[in-house]
């Protein structure tokens, strides 16, 4: 009489495992991670899809499924960081003067150095000469913001919740102490870059709420 395998008779018995199916946005925001890891690790030429589909736990072919090449990767990663900007820009435009002005937006915007937001922006500054056309892409994207923002700052002069000032007529200076805290962040670290970090937003408060609060 054949003796029968008992460890064929567990695989007989033993329920197969099923496969877990992410929703497509979840899986799209996985690659998109794992392109940022490896883009930041390694630059924009040399990370490949392999790696890419590799870190995100899926094949190549399920990356395709998503975005066309790297570079729409790249771009997707651009897109999200122009649309959150947006997002916060829009937190003023029910504002009633200009000390809640500079509140919400001092607020959001050292708030969105992320960890993410200061990896995307390291990119632009080290490969975007490797993808001119994104590049050029992004930036009409961003003008086209940065005009949005100066008519809703001349809305509030003209509506006299906030003075005219050189700061209103480029109201797009008032991201610049923001930039170079993304910069130290980017140089120093962020650990060793917070205690500078928290100083340049509170002075940066002081200097709008001077330059911005009628009759001061």
Same mark, same amino acid.
């Given at each position: ?7 064929? @008779? ?30 930041s ?6 990370? #490949?899809?392999?790696? &890419? ?36 820009? #829009? ?26 937001? &200061? ?13 001119p ?30 003075? @005219?000032?050189?700061l ?6 008032v ?5 170079y @805290? ?12 917070? @205690? ?18 009628p009759?001061?």
């Open positions: 009489m054949k003796k029968k395998n008992p460890s064929a @008779s567990l695989a007989e018995v033993a329920p197969k495992k099923k496969r877990t199916r992410l929703p497509l946005e979840v899986r799209r925001q996985q690659i998109l991670e794992a392109a940022l890891i490896e883009f690790a390694l630059g924009f030429t040399a990370a #490949s899809i392999a790696r &890419i589909a590799r870190r995100a736990g899926i094949s190549k072919a399920n990356v395709y499924v998503h975005f066309a090449n790297k570079d729409d990767i790249f771009e997707t990663l651009l897109e999200q960081l122009m649309s959150r900007s947006e997002s916060n820009w #829009s937190l003023l435009r029910d504002v009633e003067n200009a000390d809640e002005l500079v509140e919400r937006l001092v607020d959001f915007a050292y708030g969105g150095l992320t960890d993410d937001t &200061i990896a995307i922006a390291r990119l632009l500054i080290t490969e975007g000469h490797r993808v056309h994104l590049l050029a892409k992004w930036d009409a994207g961003n003008m086209q913001g940065r005009r949005e923002r100066q008519a809703l700052i001349d809305g509030f002069v003209a509506a006299g919740v906030v003075k @005219s000032s050189p209103t007529e480029n109201f797009n200076l991201m610049a102490p923001v930039v @805290s993304a910069v130290a962040q980017m140089v120093m670290g962020k650990e060793k870059a917070q @205690s500078e970090l928290q100083a340049i937003k509170e002075t940066h408060r002081k200097l709008l709420t001077l330059l911005l609060r009759g001061e």
